[in-house]
């Protein structure tokens, strides 16, 4: 098969090192394989970037490895002229692979011949934007988890919350937004919290609610 780049190096991806086969295409039909063992540290990987330099890769080619992938390729991310993170499914299914390869060595043949494509990586603005929105999201998932907890009346809730089918139907996320703010002695009890203003029921709708009870 025709080879279409000639200074390839393929990373195999561990959670505690990286191993690199650097494979380059020397006069003639001879190829120089060189390997390396690097720590999946700052330091390690910034030895690993200064080696792969010095052998004169010109393309990086690496398996997306649950997240164990994103230090490394961020480390690498504008030192090389292609960068690539590439399907480990389809890395995998390429045929005519020898077993007494090592996985790096396997990835940079591959990439050498062009058996393999890169996957689409993002720019650092916008993986940094979808950072923030995932964490976001995440957050409010997690405070609408815990206010439709309160609205339920679970009975691990230590005020008295009052249920669905009795409970006033108008602003009960207001209500349950109070209920999660610090409490101070007066809130514990139906009559304080029947007091409020923001209650549109009367309150003998609350006062027939069940109470929630704090088990130990």
Known sequence: MKELR???AGLDVHRDTVVAC???RQSGRSVAITKGSFAATAGGLAELATWLAQSGVTTVAMEATGVYWKPVYYALEGLFEELWLSN???VQNVPGR???LSDAEWLADVAAHGMVRPSL???PEIRELRELTRYRKTQVDMRTQQIQRLEKGRPWVPVCVPQGSRAPSRTPNRLT???MQPRGPGLTSASRICGRPLLGAGQRSVHLAPPGVLGR
């Open 121 to 123: 990586v993002q720019p």
């Open 6 to 8: 000639d200074k390839v």
């Open 177 to 179: 937004a109070q209920l």
């Open 98 to 100: 020898k077993t007494d």
């Open 88 to 90: 480990a499914h389809h």
């Open 22 to 24: 650097c494979r380059i």
